[in-house]
């Protein structure tokens, strides 16, 4: 009786001994797995981060290798700064144009896409296709057809009408640039739209043009309150994107004409690596990365709490 | 994301029972289908016609490109343009840096992605969910952002005009991280009893996430590939800054070199050195579809 207590006892123990063994070579495995990535957050990220908050507040300009501290005089040199001003305008322009002009048309590809028809899903290639193409690709194409005399302006010749220089016109430009990311992107947010209208349960749109509810009146009071989760997602999304649009100004207009395309990270990039203002473009950094991050904290915020309607 | 394309267009047995009989077989109205398909096809212009009048204008000669009237087909075909694409830059020496940067960078990511996921989401270690905020800080940084200082790292380093920030920094920086999120999304949704077996098995942590773990991540890591590869082949702004020779070039940066004397670009040798960039992701893409969207979307549900 005691003999085999006493055996059962041990093998606990050594069970236990063994469990904890493996729970530390456990922790080590762990601590292993995340530490590429960690490092990465640390050396590429977080360091960085705390590094262009430090440089805001100096003077530095590389060629003249100068670096003193200036403290918030940056800071006050932001504010003073009717190009800097321009350049937020500028992109809150091309933010609120993009996300109206992209969000209305996924959501209209989506619904026409919804129906049952033949043929949608090839044009759901086509819609998605410029999602695949390189962007700076895309953008050498539509700079092309945008030119004076380039394939737009000449097809609109045919049918008597004489169009504009799209990209060099105060008027234009911000659009063409515009219209031309609307295209690249918006078949991404409508295979998200996509998805959630397929979520819609079609007994309630049944149940309500049974009782005699047009279609139009049944997309505005149940399908639209219904995936508005996802539209404020992907709104908020596109605002994010659009903010740190780059490669499209830099092909087609070069900020101009004048400063009327010069958005945020264009100005950015112009201050650090055309006037080696690397102290002043930290500044602007910091301002982007408060946008950024204040927008994505809030999409978070929304998805956590709209959770339920991801089925 | 899988699970909310579910098809529920089908009404359930309640309601078809509740609607009238004649309601039930409502014959379609071609008029509007007609009218669906048209507006569909028109809409479709700007999506498609770019592609086609990219690769038709780079066989027209420098005479035809910008005519009027347009000719959607070149009067004169000529592959001219294609043999200056190589002549006026190392074009193949740009493609190769493109192609395996980008395979680097995703082969990479994915085996960091996916050991940092499945640690977050599987292992209990002392201070996981405190790492895991930090990790998460890098989906709030737009690369943008952080490129002044990492310039001036790359530049300390002497690493300007080399591969390595365009390979290193992606796989361990911010871009990774979004990358992390979902394999650790991915790993969250792992059956308990499949480890418990391999534990059994006598697997070590290791070896279950090697043995198991991993193959059954499939899904998860061919998002993660596609989105990777794609982030990689698309990247502009930090080639810019961190390249300066045309034999280091990346091919977003390389398109945007074929200009003359004044600045102004040779439309048709750039539009073939475009099309020769596109058509290969394109004809990929055409084939591994459904592949792309559920990849590509989910770029468009971090967090």
Same mark, same amino acid.
Request: a positive charge; proline letters at 6%; zero cysteines.
């Given at each position: 009786? *005691?003999?085999?207590?006493?055996?059962?006892?041990?093998?606990?123990?050594?069970?236990?001994?063994?469990?904890?063994?493996?729970?530390?070579?456990?922790?080590?495995?762990?601590?292993?797995?995340?530490?590429?990535?960690?490092?990465?957050?640390?050396?590429?990220?977080?360091?960085?981060?705390?590094?262009?908050?430090?440089? *805001?507040?100096?003077?530095?300009?590389?060629?003249?290798?100068?670096?003193?501290?200036?403290?918030?005089?940056?800071?006050?040199?932001?504010?003073?700064?009717?190009?800097?001003?321009? *350049?937020?305008?500028?992109?809150?322009?091309?933010?609120?144009?993009?996300?109206?002009?992209?969000?209305?048309?996924?959501?209209?590809?989506?619904?026409?896409?919804?129906?049952?028809?033949?043929?949608?899903?090839?044009?759901?290639?086509?819609?998605?296709?410029?999602?695949?193409?390189?962007?700076?690709?895309?953008?050498?194409?539509?700079?092309?057809?945008?030119?004076?005399?380039?394939?737009?302006?000449?097809?609109?010749?045919?049918?008597?009408?004489?169009?504009?220089?799209?990209?060099?016109?105060?008027?234009?430009?911000?659009?063409?640039?515009?219209?031309?990311?609307?295209?690249?992107?918006?078949?991404?947010?409508?295979?998200?739209?996509?998805?959630?209208?397929?979520?819609?349960?079609?007994?309630?749109?049944?149940?309500?043009?049974?009782?005699?509810?047009?279609?139009?009146? *049944?997309?505005?009071?149940?399908?639209?309150?219904?995936?508005?989760?996802?539209?404020?997602?992907?709104?908020?999304?596109?605002?994010?994107?659009?903010?740190?649009?780059?490669?499209?100004?830099?092909?087609?207009?070069?900020?101009?004409?004048?400063?009327?395309?010069?958005?945020?990270?264009?100005?950015?990039?112009?201050?650090?690596?055309?006037?080696?203002?690397?102290?002043?473009?930290?500044?602007?950094?910091?301002?982007?990365?408060?946008?950024?991050?204040?927008?994505?904290?809030?999409?978070?915020?929304?998805?956590?709490?709209?959770?339920?309607?991801?089925? | 994301?899988?699970?909310?394309?579910?098809?529920?267009?089908?009404? $359930?047995?309640?309601?078809?029972?509740?609607?009238?009989?004649?309601?039930?077989?409502?014959?379609?109205?071609?008029?509007?289908?007609?009218?669906?398909?048209?507006?569909?096809?028109?809409?479709?212009?700007?999506?498609?016609?770019?592609?086609?009048?990219?690769?038709?204008? $780079?066989?027209?000669?420098?005479?035809?490109?910008?005519?009027?009237?347009?000719?959607?087909?070149?009067?004169?075909?000529?592959?001219?343009?294609?043999?200056?694409?190589?002549?006026?830059?190392?074009?193949?020496?740009?493609?190769?840096?493109?192609?395996?940067?980008?395979?680097?960078?995703?082969?990479?990511?994915?085996?960091?992605?996916?050991?940092?996921?499945?640690?977050?989401?599987?292992?209990?270690?002392?201070?996981?969910?405190?790492?895991?905020?930090?990790?998460?800080?890098?989906?709030?940084?737009?690369?943008?952002?952080?490129?002044?200082?990492?310039?001036?790292?790359?530049?300390?380093?002497?690493?300007?005009?080399?591969?390595?920030?365009?390979?290193?920094?992606?796989?361990?920086?911010?871009?990774?991280?979004?990358?992390?999120?979902?394999?650790?999304?991915?790993?969250?949704?792992?059956?308990?009893?499949?480890?418990?077996?391999?534990?059994?098995?006598?697997?070590?942590?290791?070896?279950?996430?090697?043995?198991?773990?991993?193959?059954?991540?499939?899904?998860?890591?061919?998002?993660?590939?596609?989105?990777?590869?794609?982030? $990689?082949?698309?990247?502009?702004?930090?080639?810019?800054?961190?390249? $300066?020779?045309?034999?280091?070039?990346?091919?977003?940066?390389?398109?945007?070199?074929?200009?003359?004397?004044?600045?102004?670009?040779?439309?048709?040798?750039?539009?073939?050195?475009?099309?020769?960039?596109?058509?290969?992701?394109?004809?990929?893409?055409?084939?591994?579809?459904?592949?792309?969207?559920?990849?590509?979307?989910?770029?468009?549900?971090?967090?």
């Amino acid at each position: 009786m *005691s003999a085999t207590l006493d055996r059962s006892t041990r093998r606990r123990a050594t069970s236990a001994r063994r469990r904890s063994t493996a729970r530390r070579a456990d922790v080590l495995t762990g601590y292993a797995f995340v530490t590429p990535q960690l490092v990465g957050s640390a050396v590429f990220v977080i360091g960085p981060l705390i590094a262009v908050g430090w440089y *805001s507040l100096h003077d530095w300009n590389v060629l003249a290798n100068s670096f003193t501290f200036t403290g918030a005089a940056n800071y006050q040199r932001l504010i003073d700064d009717p190009s800097f001003v321009d *350049s937020l305008k500028a992109s809150g322009i091309f933010s609120a144009g993009l996300v109206v002009l992209n969000v209305g048309l996924a959501l209209l590809l989506a619904v026409m896409l919804n129906q049952r028809m033949r043929g949608t899903t090839t044009f759901r290639t086509f819609f998605f296709s410029p999602v695949v193409v390189s962007l700076v690709a895309w953008t050498i194409v539509w700079g092309f057809l945008l030119q004076a005399d380039g394939g737009i302006n000449g097809f609109l010749s045919q049918i008597g009408v004489d169009g504009p220089n799209w990209l060099r016109r105060e008027d234009t430009a911000m659009l063409s640039v515009i219209v031309v990311q609307v295209f690249k992107n918006v078949g991404l947010n409508m295979v998200l739209f996509l998805a959630a209208l397929q979520g819609v349960p079609g007994e309630i749109r049944e149940a309500a043009r049974v009782d005699g509810a047009s279609a139009w009146r *049944s997309f505005r009071s149940i399908t639209i309150p219904l995936i508005s989760p996802t539209i404020l997602l992907v709104s908020i999304l596109t605002i994010v994107g659009s903010l740190q649009v780059f490669a499209q100004i830099a092909v087609l207009t070069q900020g101009g004409p004048g400063t009327s395309t010069t958005v945020l990270v264009y100005y950015l990039y112009q201050q650090a690596f055309q006037f080696n203002e690397f102290g002043y473009a930290s500044t602007v950094s910091v301002v982007l990365f408060l946008i950024v991050a204040v927008l994505t904290l809030v999409q978070w915020q929304t998805r956590k709490r709209w959770v339920f309607h991801e089925v | 994301m899988k699970s909310e394309v579910v098809d529920t267009r089908e009404p $359930s047995a309640a309601a078809v029972a509740a609607a009238p009989p004649t309601k039930r077989t409502r014959p379609r109205r071609p008029v509007k289908r007609i009218a669906l398909m048209v507006a569909l096809i028109v809409l479709a212009v700007p999506f498609v016609f770019p592609t086609w009048w990219m690769v038709t204008s $780079s066989f027209k000669p420098m005479s035809e490109i910008l005519r009027i009237p347009p000719t959607l087909w070149p009067a004169a075909p000529t592959t001219e343009a294609y043999g200056q694409v190589f002549d006026l830059q190392p074009f193949a020496q740009q493609y190769w840096n493109s192609l395996y940067i980008a395979a680097v960078v995703t082969i990479g990511t994915i085996l960091v992605s996916s050991m940092a996921g499945y640690a977050f989401a599987r292992i209990a270690f002392p201070g996981a969910n405190v790492l895991f905020v930090v990790v998460l800080v890098g989906l709030l940084v737009p690369a943008e952002v952080t490129i002044v200082p990492l310039f001036r790292l790359v530049n300390a380093v002497g690493m300007i005009d080399t591969h390595w920030p365009l390979v290193v920094i992606p796989i361990i920086g911010a871009p990774s991280v979004l990358a992390t999120f979902i394999m650790r999304q991915f790993f969250l949704t792992l059956p308990g009893e499949l480890e418990d077996a391999g534990r059994v098995d006598g697997l070590s942590r290791a070896g279950i996430f090697r043995r198991i773990a991993f193959p059954l991540a499939r899904p998860a890591i061919a998002a993660v590939a596609i989105f990777t590869f794609m982030h $990689s082949w698309n990247l502009f702004l930090e080639p810019l800054v961190f390249l $300066s020779s045309k034999e280091s070039f990346t091919l977003p940066l390389a398109l945007t070199q074929y200009v003359d004397a004044y600045g102004g670009p040779i439309w048709n040798v750039q539009l073939a050195a475009t099309t020769l960039t596109v058509l290969p992701v394109l004809a990929v893409f055409i084939f591994a579809q459904r592949q792309f969207v559920e990849g590509l979307a989910h770029t468009g549900l971090k967090g």
